[in-house]
T-cell receptor, first 112, second 110 residues
Framework: DAGITQSPRHKVTETGTPVTLRCHQT?????MYWYRQDPGHGLRLIHY???????DKGEVSDGYSVSRSKTEDFLLTLESATSSQTSVYFC???????????FGPGTRLLVL | KQEVTQIPAALSVPEGENLVLNCSFT??????LQWFRQDPGKGLTSLLL?????REQTSGRLNASLDKSSGRSTLYIAASQPGDSATYLC?????????FGTGTRLQVFP
């Protein structure tokens, strides 16, 4: 599993509540990514980080924010969850752009 | 904008067949290309990584080729087994990000 964990693994929440997902790595990789996976859309990048406190937006960043205060943790926050954010969220890490990208086990989020 | 396409979207074959999965991309300025496998309800597992300077990579029964100039990659699976049943995704790296195809769902029946 390349030393990546995600928490929680499953979450049910209500519309309008804030939600934070955590990705933790033990590999000291520079790059960390958050994706969402939905039927018919495949994997879409939400945000990524290329170092501590260095982050950038992906193609579906609206409604999401991220923080990376230390190398091993990358947090994804839904400020006010909506039903359209019901999805499976995957974290990924990569040592550098020329290396293999490894994925975490995923978090299933249901927003009611 | 880079676009990655995988054909076919789904494939069903009998055990023992050799098969080819296709991946095409629109911008040849890629850093590398990666093939992944995803089992239902699971995360993605990296199968092979091909750097832009390489033509192919092999791992066991898997062989991936890359033709950057034509924007194509193929994943060859030899002597397919029911355990190979999964969704296979390709992804290209342009700068810092991977751009994924939508995948090929493979079923190998006994």
């Amino acid at each position: 599993d390349a030393g990546i964990t995600q928490s929680p693994r499953h979450k049910v929440t209500e519309t309008g509540t804030p939600v934070t997902l955590r990705c933790h790595q033990t590999e000291n990789h520079r790059y960390m990514y958050w994706y969402r996976q939905d039927p018919g859309h495949g994997l879409r990048l939400i945000h990524y980080s290329y170092g501590v406190k260095d982050t950038d937006k992906g193609e579906v960043s609206d409604g999401y924010s991220v923080s990376r205060s230390k190398t091993e943790d990358f947090l994804l926050t839904l400020e006010s969850a909506t039903s359209s954010q019901t999805s499976v969220y995957f974290c990924a890490i990569r040592l550098d752009r020329g290396k293999t990208q490894y994925f975490g086990p995923g978090t299933r989020l249901l927003v009611l | 904008k880079q676009e990655v396409t995988q054909i076919p979207a789904a494939l069903s074959v009998p055990e023992g067949e050799n098969l080819v999965l296709n991946c095409s991309f629109t911008d040849s300025a890629i850093y590398n290309l990666q093939w992944f496998r995803q089992d239902p309800g699971k995360g993605l597992t990296s199968l092979l990584l091909i750097q832009s300077s390489q033509r192919e990579q092999t791992s066991g029964r898997l062989n991936a080729s890359l033709d950057k100039s034509s924007g194509r990659s193929t994943l060859y699976i030899a002597a397919s087994q029911p355990g190979d049943s999964a969704t296979y995704l390709c992804a290209v790296t342009g700068t810092d990000k991977l751009i994924f195809g939508t995948g090929t769902r493979l079923q190998v029946f006994p």
